[in-house]
C-alpha cells in the first residue's frame, strides 16, 4: 500500500497520455519557455497572468499552453456589459475597431504599437 500512495508516474508517461477536456493532445499545446518568448514577458508575471485565469494544463511538473485558449480568454475582456446598453467608445477602440473587423476567431492577430520611435533625428 505504501509504495502505491508513493508512486509517481514519469513525466514522459503522464505527457504521453495527457488528453485535455476538449480532446487535445500535448501536441498541440506548448511549453512555458514558448510563451515566455512570444509574450516576452518574465516568469513572474506568466505566473501572475495564471493566478488570475490565464488558461493552461499542468502535467506532472510542467505547465503546458494552448495559445488559441489564451487567446479566447482575452478576447473575452473584463467588464460585462448589459445587453440593451450601448459599449462605451473610447478613442483607441475607435482607431482600432476597422482594423478587427471581419477577422475570424480562429486567426490569432496582435496589433503593434509603432509610436515608440528610440532613433535621434539628426
Given at each position: 500500500?505504501?509504495?502505491?500512495?508513493?508512486?509517481?508516474?514519469?513525466?514522459?508517461?503522464?505527457?504521453?497520455d495527457f488528453i485535455d477536456k476538449k480532446g487535445r493532445t500535448?501536441?498541440?499545446?506548448?511549453?512555458?519557455?514558448?510563451?515566455?518568448?512570444?509574450?516576452?514577458?518574465?516568469?513572474?508575471?506568466?505566473?501572475?497572468?495564471?493566478?488570475?485565469?490565464?488558461?493552461?494544463?499542468?502535467?506532472?511538473?510542467?505547465?503546458?499552453?494552448?495559445?488559441?485558449?489564451i487567446l479566447d480568454h482575452y478576447r473575452k475582456g473584463s467588464?460585462?456589459?448589459?445587453?440593451g446598453t450601448p459599449p462605451a467608445r473610447s478613442s483607441k477602440?475607435?482607431?482600432?475597431?476597422?482594423?478587427?473587423?471581419?477577422?475570424?476567431?480562429?486567426?490569432?492577430?496582435?496589433?503593434?504599437?509603432?509610436?515608440?520611435?528610440?532613433?535621434?533625428?539628426?
Open positions: 500500500m505504501k509504495w502505491l500512495e508513493s508512486y509517481q508516474p514519469s513525466q514522459e508517461w503522464l505527457e504521453s500535448l501536441e498541440e499545446y506548448v511549453t512555458e519557455a514558448i510563451v515566455l518568448t512570444t509574450l516576452r514577458i518574465t516568469k513572474e508575471k506568466l505566473v501572475g497572468f495564471c493566478k488570475n485565469g490565464m488558461p493552461f494544463e499542468r502535467v506532472g511538473e510542467k505547465d503546458f499552453f494552448h495559445i488559441q485558449d467588464v460585462v456589459i448589459p445587453k477602440k475607435k482607431f482600432l475597431l476597422p482594423l478587427c473587423l471581419n477577422i475570424p476567431k480562429e486567426v490569432p492577430f496582435i496589433i503593434v504599437d509603432g509610436s515608440y520611435n528610440f532613433k535621434l533625428i539628426p
